[in-house]
């Protein structure tokens, strides 16, 4: 299955900004990059890196600077298109995020079994955004930011398509601010997580709910 993994090389990871400078922010998103793609390709997808700009990786990369709905929609119309012509529906596409540090082959492939069978699969992230779906019903489209979660069955209600939520933690942590640094610590077994150690990272589990504290 074809597996769009949209990317931002520009100033990533903005939340993330009180615990890493600039350039340490490029990297970490990159790490979590490469471990979203080893497990995709290890579930046996074929991604696609949809980026705001070029990115050297052994993957094939589109570059499309428009804002993420718009990139995404674009490719969304090139694959499920609306074509009166196609015989029965488009093949399922897939757009997993590149900040899920937590992803496994396993859990892109409960995505994809969920995705054969029904015309929208997704896995929410917490607090309402969506991390990852397949969708195979020409007109379903999204629309990202703000609860896209609640937005998108929605969309897909209007549109008629049969929706499936995906319940996964790995695939439903996305790391966007400095708490989530603690699940990666915890759960993380890719790059990302060596990253955060070799940078100096360790979990801070001496009040409250667990967090992490650098060297
Ligand atoms: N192609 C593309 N990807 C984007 C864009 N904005 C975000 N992404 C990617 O979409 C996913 C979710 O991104 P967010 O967490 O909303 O944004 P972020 O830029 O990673 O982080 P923040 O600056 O903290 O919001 C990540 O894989 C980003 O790399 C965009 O405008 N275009
Ligand atoms: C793109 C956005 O990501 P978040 O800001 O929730 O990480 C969303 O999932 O709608």
Do not use: Q
């Amino acid at each position: 299955m074809e597996v769009i993994v949209p990317f931002s090389t520009d100033r990533p990871k903005s939340r993330l900004s009180d615990v890493l400078s600039p350039e340490e922010r490029r990297e970490f998103a990159r790490t979590m990059l490469d471990d979203v793609l080893d497990a995709v390709d290890a579930a046996g997808g074929d991604p696609r890196i949809l980026a705001t700009d070029a990115v050297d990786v052994d993957s094939p990369v589109t570059v499309d600077d428009r804002p993420l709905t718009e990139a995404v929609n674009a490719a969304l119309d090139a694959r499920l298109g609306a074509d009166s012509e196609r015989d029965g529906s488009p093949d399922p596409v897939a757009v997993v995020m590149a900040d899920l540090a937590l992803v496994t082959p396993a859990a892109v492939d409960r995505l994809f079994a969920a995705g054969r069978d029904a015309d929208v699969a997704m896995a929410p992230g917490r607090g309402g955004g969506t991390n990852a779906f397949v969708a195979s019903h020409p007109e379903f489209r999204v629309d990202y930011h703000g609860a896209s979660y609640l937005d998108h069955r929605e969309i897909a209600a209007e549109v008629g398509a049969d929706f499936a939520a995906v319940d996964s933690h790995r695939l439903g942590t996305d790391v966007d601010e400095p708490a989530d640094l603690a699940e990666v610590l915890i759960h993380g077994e890719g790059r990302a997580a060596a990253w955060l150690r070799e940078a100096g990272f360790a979990l801070d589990a001496d009040e409250g709910r667990v967090a992490v504290a650098r060297e």
